[in-house]
């Protein structure tokens, strides 16, 4: 159709991006939420820099260098944190910082132009490529797959450790193991919102989910569901209105989150008067 927005290709590649990371937004951060582990997932995220400026001095892809960054400073956090009794909240603030320290170092020793880092901070539409849709496309199912597989096992860790370690005896593993899928998701995601901003699309769309169901199961989805609704309207937004692709997708996820939350309140008002 002539004059539609669907007739340019960053577009249609913004709107698959939206959906394949409400996908794995949806499912790990359903996750992050349960087991409380938010303050992790932004120790990962700011982290996740110091991968992006060794890309950029090394002339590698600087998603790839994020995301083996990520990944280990995720499984450092957790060594940290286990093997050498260090309090989990002093490992993630001193990784937090390292990661940060990392990444402004290398791209000021990087040769040439400083690169714009506008993109990786705070997310852009043009960016969006083919690579990292399919990238994103092929975590989404490794995702399902695994949630899907492993269920009860991760339900069980998301809400009561102890108990789960009565029910496998590989729960230290499928930590590590999910921590790693998190990691990914969170590098993945830098594309669609930013370094400064990926983690509130992890956390808003459960939070929504929530207020409608305790089922895990119907809270993965419905995070799914407020996720895409939230990226594909703050895509279109930003189009028409030509402002950050990242910051316009949480604040229509928080405005989303806020409508939802406001009715919940006056239903439950009403309830409770006609009983």
Known sequence: MEGSIFQYEFIVKGLLG??????????????????????????????SFGGIGIGYFAGINPVVGAAIFSIL?????????????????????????????????FIYL???????????????????????????????????VYFTLFYRT?????????????????????????TSLIALTIVLNIRMAGVVL???????????AMIFTKVYSRIVLLS??????????????????????GATIIFTLVIIWSVVKGID????KVKVRHR
């Open 73 to 105: 400073s995720a499984l450092g956090i957790e060594y940290l944190s286990v093997r050498q009794k260090i309090r989990e909240d002093s490992a993630i603030g001193m990784l937090w910082a390292f990661g940060m320290a990392i990444g402004i170092i």
């Open 224 to 245: 799914i569901a407020a996720a895409f609704l939230g990226t594909a309207a703050g895509y279109l937004i930003s189009y028409f209105a030509g402002i950050p692709v």
């Open 18 to 47: 939206a959906l394949f990371a409400s996908i794995t937004a949806g499912l790990a951060g359903t996750y992050i939420v349960s087991k409380r582990m938010v303050f992790l997932s932004g120790g990962i995220t700011h982290a």
């Open 110 to 144: 990087t040769p040439g132009y400083t690169p714009n880092l506008m993109s990786y901070l705070f997310g852009s539409i043009l960016t969006v490529t083919f690579g990292d849709i399919i990238a994103l496309g092929i975590l989404s199912v490794v995702l399902i």
């Open 154 to 178: 991760i339900l069980y860790i998301s809400f009561d450790e102890q108990f789960a370690r009565t029910y496998s005896p590989f729960v230290n593993l499928f930590k590590y193991l999910t």
């Open 265 to 268: 309140h006056i239903f439950s």
């Open 198 to 208: 990926v983690i509130s699309l992890l956390t808003i769309p459960p939070n929504i």
